[in-house]
C-alpha cells in the first residue's frame, strides 16, 4: 500500500508540473512572436545601412589625403579587447545559454590579449564570475521589450574605450535567431568596423535579394552632403549603436523561442512519465487486489478443511 500511496502522490505532481511547464510554453510562444516580428523587422534597416557604409568608405578612401574615421583604424598590435556579452536573465530555456557560455569560454581562451567584457543578462554575469573574468559593466533586468534608448549605455561604453585605444579590438556575443527551432550562438567583430567583411556578406546570396542585385546597388554612385567624410563620421557611431540594439532583439528572440521549445517538450516528457507511473500504479494495485484475492480463497479453504 505505501508503494501505492507514493506512485499517486508523484503521478499528481508530475501533472502538477505540466501544468506549469504547459503555462510557460503558452507565454513564451506569445512572447516570441512578439519578439520574432521586432528583430526580423529591423534586419532590413540594418542591411541598408551597411551598404551606405560600405559606399562612403569607398568614398573616402579614393581621395588622397583623407584621414581614416578612428572607427575604421586597424591597430596590428592587439593589446586587450572588450566583449559584449547578451545573453537571458532567466533560465528554463534549454541548451541555449550553456551553448553561448561555451562559445564564449573557448573564444577567450583562444585569445591571447586579456578581454573586459560588457555582461548583459544574469546568466552571462554569473557565467563570468564563475569563470573568473573581469567584467567592466552589468546590464540586468532589461525585459523582454528593451528600447533602443535602454541599449545606448551599452553601445556607448564600448565606443568609448575603443576610440580611447583602451581596448583594440570589440565583439559581440549573442545567440542569433534562425527560425523557431534552431538559434546560433555567434561571436562577431563589431569594431573596428570592416567594410571589406560586410561587402563580403552582402555579397552572399539570401533572403533580401540575389548577389547581383545586391553588388548592382552598391554600384550607385550616391551624392552626400555635406560631404561623404562628414556623414560617415556621423553614420559609423550610429552604426554601432544600432547594431547593438539589434543584436539585442535577436536575443530576446532566441530566448522566447528556445523557452517555447523547452517547455514544449517539458510538458511531453511529464505526460510520458504520468503514463509510465498510471501503468506502475496499475500494476501495483492488481498485485494487491491478487493477494487480498489469494489471501481469501486461503482462508477459505483452511476453513472447509476444519470442518
Do not use: W
Not at 534552431?182 to 548577389?211: H, R, W, Y
Not at 547594431?243 to 517538450?265: D, F, P
Request: glycine content about 4%; some cysteine.
Amino acid at each position: 500500500m505505501a508503494n501505492i500511496r507514493l506512485i499517486k502522490r508523484r503521478i499528481r505532481s508530475v501533472q502538477n508540473t505540466a501544468k506549469i511547464t504547459r503555462a510557460m510554453e503558452m507565454v513564451a510562444a506569445s512572447k516570441m512572436r512578439k519578439a520574432q516580428e521586432r528583430g526580423l523587422a529591423g534586419r532590413p534597416y540594418s542591411e541598408k545601412l551597411i551598404q551606405v557604409i560600405i559606399d562612403l568608405a569607398k568614398a573616402t578612401q579614393s581621395r588622397e589625403g583623407s584621414a581614416i574615421h578612428p572607427l575604421l583604424e586597424k591597430r596590428e598590435d592587439v593589446k586587450k579587447i572588450a566583449m559584449i556579452m547578451i545573453s537571458p536573465d532567466r533560465g528554463m530555456c534549454g541548451g541555449l545559454i550553456s551553448n553561448l557560455n561555451r562559445k564564449v569560454g573557448y573564444f577567450l581562451l583562444e585569445k591571447s590579449a586579456p578581454a573586459e567584457i560588457v555582461a548583459v543578462g544574469r546568466k552571462s554575469v554569473d557565467f563570468l564570475k564563475r569563470s573568473g573574468r573581469h567584467i567592466t559593466a552589468e546590464f540586468t533586468n532589461m525585459g523582454d521589450r528593451p528600447s533602443f534608448l535602454d541599449t545606448l549605455p551599452i553601445s556607448r561604453i564600448v565606443l568609448d574605450e575603443f576610440s580611447s585605444g583602451a581596448v583594440d579590438e570589440v565583439y559581440l556575443a549573442y545567440s542569433r535567431f534562425i527560425n523557431t527551432v534552431n538559434q546560433e550562438p555567434v561571436i562577431e567583430k563589431l569594431l573596428p568596423v570592416d567594410p571589406e567583411l560586410f561587402a563580403k556578406m552582402l555579397g552572399e546570396p539570401d533572403s533580401s535579394g540575389t548577389s547581383e542585385e545586391l553588388s548592382s546597388s552598391q554600384e550607385v554612385e550616391h551624392i552626400y552632403e555635406p560631404d561623404a567624410n562628414r556623414v560617415l563620421n556621423e553614420l559609423l557611431p550610429r552604426y554601432v549603436e544600432m547594431r547593438v540594439y539589434q543584436v539585442m532583439l535577436e536575443s530576446i528572440a532566441s530566448e522566447q523561442s528556445a523557452r517555447m521549445v523547452a517547455m514544449r517538450n517539458a510538458t511531453g516528457n511529464a505526460q510520458d512519465l504520468v503514463e509510465d507511473l498510471t501503468l506502475s500504479y496499475n500494476k501495483a494495485r492488481q498485485d494487491v487486489i491478487t493477494r487480498e484475492l489469494l489471501d481469501i480463497t486461503a482462508g477459505k479453504m483452511a476453513l472447509e478443511q476444519e470442518t
